[in-house]
């Protein structure tokens, strides 16, 4: 069946590091690619998205390129702030209908 | 205000009480989803609706059950709770346009002793 599997937390950084969290998947067909940012005591909210293969999606200064040969959707960020202290998940789509597949979830804390 | 609303925040109860968990919205979306998360394992899916007539099992059903009393509520029942369903639990909706982006609510913090 579909699987996203991401890198274990947490990531500790400092601030104005660089942030990698690595995402990779198994699905059948050509599924759409997103991430999720949830905040401490928050829901999650949609960070970025990628629908087919080369695609880039970014916002908030965070990007993520849609890698097919590789199966990988990973999110980047240059230069990390102590407000993307979050859990970071990745999630894929293969059901027209709207189901997400979430992977375990990515802690990162960012310190001043 | 918010346009996803859950009730209640956070909630002890005793093994085999019954609970129920309450999800509104404001959004106008026919589709709308029941999540558990808990750590190491990311978010699963328990029920959905795709409108207050079609209800789906998800991927973790067992144990609970849901009603869809209108287009804007969606409610999760536990029959009869056990330690082992202590979680987070998420509602979300989406609405036809973009049935990929996922609104979620604030969550509901169920303790089971």
């Known amino acids: 069946g579909d699987s996203v599997t991401q890198m274990e937390g947490p990531v500790t950084l400092s601030e104005e590091a660089f942030l990698t969290i690595n995402c990779t998947y198994t699905a059948t067909g050509y599924p759409s690619l997103f991430w999720y940012v949830q905040y401490p005591g928050e829901g999650l909210q949609l960070l970025l998205k990628a629908t087919k293969a080369d695609d880039k999606g970014s916002n908030k200064g965070f990007e993520a390129t849609y890698r097919k040969e590789t199966t990988s959707f990973h999110l980047e960020k240059g230069s990390v702030q102590v407000s993307d202290s979050a859990v970071y998940f990745c999630a894929l789509l293969t059901d027209s209908w709207g189901k997400l597949q979430f992977g375990a979830g990515t802690q990162v804390v960012v310190t001043p | 205000d918010a346009d996803v609303t859950q009730t209640p925040r956070n909630r002890i109860t005793k093994t085999g009480k019954r609970i129920m968990l309450e999800c509104s919205q404001t959004k106008g979306h026919d589709r709308m989803y029941w999540y558990r998360q808990d750590p190491g394992l990311g978010l699963r899916l328990i029920y959905y609706s795709f409108d207050v007539k079609d209800i789906n099992k998800g991927e973790i059903s067992d144990g609970y059950s849901v009603s869809r009393q209108a287009q804007a509520k969606f409610s999760l029942s536990l029959e009869s709770a056990i330690p082992n369903q202590t979680a987070l639990y998420f509602c979300?909706?989406?609405?036809?346009?973009?049935?990929?982006?996922?609104?979620f609510g604030p969550g509901t913090r169920l303790t089971v002793t």
């Open positions: 979300a909706t989406s609405g036809p346009g973009a049935p990929n982006e996922q609104y």
